[in-house]
Structure formats: C-alpha cells, structure tokens
C-alpha cells in the first residue's frame, strides 16, 4: 500500500505506522532514502497547512513537558488531535534527546489522538530542523490539526522553532535574570507569547517577573519588528501569561490567548505570509548548508585547506586571499580547467 | 615605485598617497584589481599586527565622532599615530557614508598624524567588512599604531566590527531601555567596555544608565562567554564608564581602561587567540558568502530559481526538496553531466 495514502487516510494503527516509517525515511542519510522522501513530500504537501503549528521554548527545568501533557490533554478533550514533535540540538551530541524519556509525558504519549516523536539525534542544528519541519508537515497531513515543536534554550534552536511555527511561546521561570537571558539570545524578541510557569510556587516573584517582562516586551517592541506597532487594532501584541502546569491552571487561559492570536494573525492575512516567509527562508537554509557541505568534501578543498588555514592563522595570509584560493580551487576542480575568475 | 614599499616607507605625503591608492585598489570590484590587491596584502602581512584595533559602535547621536576626534588628538598628543575606519551598511544604499563628512572630526581629519576612510558605499556587509578589515591591515602596515573602527546599530555591523577589532566598545546614551535595545541586538555581550557619554548633561540618569548596565553586564556574564569568567585575576570584566565627549572629560580614564584591557589580554594570551579566531571566521565568512554568489550566479539555478521558488511559496512543493533540485542543477551545469546524488 502507498505511504501517502496510509498517512492521509484514517486514523489508526495503520496510520500511526506509516506516520513512522515515512518520519524515519525522511531522517535518512541515504540517497535514495532521499529521493523517496521527496517523493513522499510533494504527495504530501497538499493535504498540510491546516493545523495550527505552535512552538514553544524554554531552558531545561522551566516544566515543557509538564505543560505540554496538560496542554495536550486539554485539547484532546476539545476534540483536537496532536501531534509534538522536539528540535534537541544537543542530543546530536550526547545521543540522548528530549522526549527520548516518553514516560515525561505518560498520558499523553500513549493517547490515541496524540503522536509524540522525539528530536532526530544526529546533524547539524539546520538538519534537525530540516528533518522536524518534514516530519511536520506528515504529521499535518495525517490530519493533526495542533503540531507542537519544542524546543529546549540552547543555541539557535529557538529560532529554528520560531522559524517554523505559526506562534511561538517562551516558557520562563519567576526568576530575576532569566529575562535578560532571554533578551540577549534574541529569544524574547521571537515569543508572541511569554509564560511564566511555576507562578504557584513564589506569586510574588511571578507578578515581578510579569511586570519586568511586560515592560522589556514594550521596550523591544518600539523598534525592529513591525508586526509590534501600535495603533492597529488587527494587530497583536505580545502578551504575559502566568500559569502552573503541574497544577493545570491557566491552561484553558494560555488557549484563549493562542486563539485570539490566530484569529488576529488571519484576519490580517499574516499567517499565510509568515508560513511563505518561513518556506523561503528553509529553502535558502538548506541551499547554503548544502553549499558548505559541497565546498567541504571538494578534493580540491580538502587538499588545500589545512595548509591555507594554517597560514591565515598564523597571519601570513589574508583570510580574504584564503577564501578567494579555496572558492578558485573548487570551481578549478569541479570544471576540469583553469578558473573563470 | 612600488606600493607596498611606498606604505611601509615613511610617513608623509608619499605614503598617505600610497595608502589611498592601495585602498582604492581593494575596494575595486575588477577582477585583475583583486588579483593585484591580494599580491599587495601578501606583501603587506608581514607588517601588520603591531597595531591596537579599536572598535566603536553606537547609534546616531551618541557621539561617536565628537569621542573619536577627542580620543584621536589625545591618541596623537601621547605620541600614537591613529586610523580611523568606518563600517556603515546603510551608505551601501544611500551612497552616503559616515565619516564621509570629515567635517564632523575637523581637527583630526586634517591631523598629519592621522588617517580617516570613511565606509566603503557598495556592497553586502561582508563585502564592506572584508574591505575594511583589508584597509586595517594597510594602516598598519603603514605603522598606525592604533586602529579605530566605528560603525552604528545598524543590522549586524556591530558584530562585524568585534569580528575585527582586539576591543569592542559600545557607546550608550543615558536612556532608559538603551541598553535592552543593546541586550537585544547582541551588541552588549560583545562589548568589553562600555561608554556612557553625554553623561554631564544628566548626571542622575547617567548613574542609573551605569548601574543598570552594570547589572546587566554581570547577569550577561554568568553563561556564555568564557572570557566573563569569575575567579581569575587575569580576566578583564566588562566596565562602564561614564564621559562627556564635548567637553573631552573621561578621555584618559578611558584610555587608561583600553591600556589594562590590553595588559591582561596579551599577557593571558587571549589577544592572539581573538586574532586567530577573527582571521578564521573572516576567512569563513568570505567563503560563505563567495559561494552564495556562484550558486546565485550559475545558469541553471538563475533558469530554475523563479519557478521553484513560486511553488514554495504556494506550498506546491517543500522547501527543502526545493534547495535539493536547485543545488542538484548546479552541479549538473558545473560538470556538464547528471548529478552524482
């Protein structure tokens, strides 16, 4: 039976099955793995871009996978189904990734309406990402109709997730700094959405917090992105949401907000551009990656640039000259004669 | 005469000519002017790298220039001899240019001690960077022996200038949220100083701006960069002063802050492994930036490139099968064959 048609189909093991075996063709290294995954997107593609792809960051320790279960089963209980996928740029490192552990969200992983896979664990941060936003997109078109992208603090994952979802919401403990971190990774400027989780265990530092973030938000907000101005009421302002998940309160809250926001983001018709911008900018993502990866297994390359390294580190030549010799060197070798330029 | 000859030779007009003639030579975009440029920098390296390489960044209106002439006449009274380089992306598209009006340093401008280039006017960032790093190694071929490169908050110009420079100053205004704007940016994890001037006009906000910044320094400092470590005496931390560049008060403080700077970089020997790194990215950046534009510039892509990218954008095709079929028709059109994968 065709892949495509098992995903697209109805809902079941059979499904679920081939949800698996299509996330694992497209997490392959190989070449004609690669070449049917392609296949396998293009088929799918037009039954995606219906669900509502929601992103949602936070250092480790803040309570995602807590918040994400009673999210989870909170819209389960709505009539949605969900789907939770993870970018883990660190378990490429350590083998281990999050969501690895299941038993972090026991119900919901073994819910039927529910399809949690765990971050792939092996290529660069831009592949990882290139890998979730396909097994996105399988997910999507198995009828998943909430797709959650998590993501914990580290490096650039945060704005691969943003890059990829339609809202992006930053988890954040009632501490004093933690903001500031978040300013300064460029974190905060991303989030549609800030929640403050844990607000049950110290109030008063999570109203602090609140007010703290709400203000940088303002800050932030008067410069760079325009979709902050003001006096437009279409448009949607970030917001502050204090909650606990481990006690599930503020769940039905944080949903409410989502779902202002959406209809705001539609209304405007800043959803549909904002998934064009995200489609361009993935693909010239995975040009540049795939020009790197090109220029490094180049013989021509591999032949010079130990010695040209060594000697721009050693200052006893320009990088620039460097560069422009090892850019000659491969477009020498790839034709066969002398360079161009 | 020969020209490398001619900067390395003794200051004067003849060299001053030399200097502008070689940067002119740089920033020429004709490919056997390259060739040329790339022979001078071999020739040039050598010679280089005795110089102190100063960064200044801050937004319009903070007093960059009035600091700079005021720093470069002090510079000059102590017996230095002082470049004074420029990086502004925004006179890529305006064709205007900081510094271009060298009436805004009159007194250094015309200083026989001193040399003053404004920002290259074409070109991407990098482009504009790699011309000016190359500029800063002419100087101090030329034996300035301190380098100041300055730019404004604009896109990531800033990042540029610490990718260049042993000391990265960011000069703030006192104004509340000045320095989130600078947290968010990334510009004041890069900073190793900095200068709050116009701080005469309202003493009190200057002394909050320093202890807020202060604060923020110090949070920023706790992950992230290593060189913000605690607990080792040959670490500089990040300072903040406080000056008044019009009235040239907090000069020699500043000075004596750039002199300790130093002392504790080179005798841990952090300065020449900022050099190494810096040279490295630099050589990186270049050849990143020198295959995007042959990618950009091959047939077969400019053949493919409008389609495949309609269809990503109507989510007609993924964007990573996109980026796949494009780098796949380089390739092809490169070696005259079908793709190897």
């Known amino acids: ?15 679920r099955r081939a949800i698996a075996k299509a996330i694992t063709l497209l997490e392959s290294t190989r070449g004609d793995h690669r070449a049917q995954a392609d296949e396998l997107l293009t088929e799918l593609l037009p039954h995606t871009g219906k669900a509502f792809r929601l992103g949602i960051s936070g250092v480790p320790g803040v309570g995602k996978s807590t918040f994400i279960e009673a999210l989870g089963l909170y819209l389960i209980a709505q009539g949605h189904r969900v789907a939770v996928l993870a970018i883990d740029p660190s378990s490429t490192v350590s083998g281990g990734s999050i969501l690895g552990d299941k038993t972090r969200m026991e119900h919901l992983s073994v819910h039927a309406q529910a399809y949690i896979r765990p971050s792939p664990s092996s290529g660069t941060l831009g592949g990882v990402a290139a890998k979730t936003r396909e097994s996105m997109l399988v997910c999507e078109a198995a009828g998943y109709d909430v797709v959650i992208v998590e993501t914990v603090g580290v490096g650039q994952s945060e704005t691969a997730v943003a890059g990829m979802t339609d809202m992006f919401v930053l988890m954040q403990l009632p501490n004093a700094g933690d903001d500031l971190q978040a300013i300064k990774k460029g974190v905060m400027e991303l989030a549609d959405l800030v929640v403050i989780n844990k607000a ?18 303002r800050i932030l907000g008067q410069h760079g992105n325009p979709d902050h101005a003001h006096h437009d009421a279409t448009l949607w302002h970030p917001q502050v949401l204090q909650l606990s998940a481990l006690k599930v309160q503020g769940v039905e809250a944080f949903w409410q907000a989502v779902g202002e926001f959406r209809r705001l983001q539609e209304a405007g018709g800043r959803l549909q551009s904002r998934r064009k911008h995200q489609a361009l900018a993935w693909m010239w993502e995975r ?3 795939g020009l790197k990866r090109a220029f490094r297994q180049a013989p021509a390359v591999k032949a010079l640039l130990p010695q040209l390294t060594n000697e721009v580190e050693h200052g006893l030549l320009a990088a620039s000259t460097a560069a422009r010799r090892l850019l000659d060197a491969m477009h020498e070798g790839t034709r066969g004669g002398p360079s161009a330029n």
């Open 1 to 15: 039976m065709n892949l495509a048609q098992a995903i697209v189909g109805a809902p079941g093991a059979r499904q």
């Open 200 to 217: 049950d265990l110290d109030p008063d530092a999570a109203t602090r917090a609140r007010a703290q973030i709400t203000s940088a938000l």
């Open 287 to 289: 040009i540049d990656s």
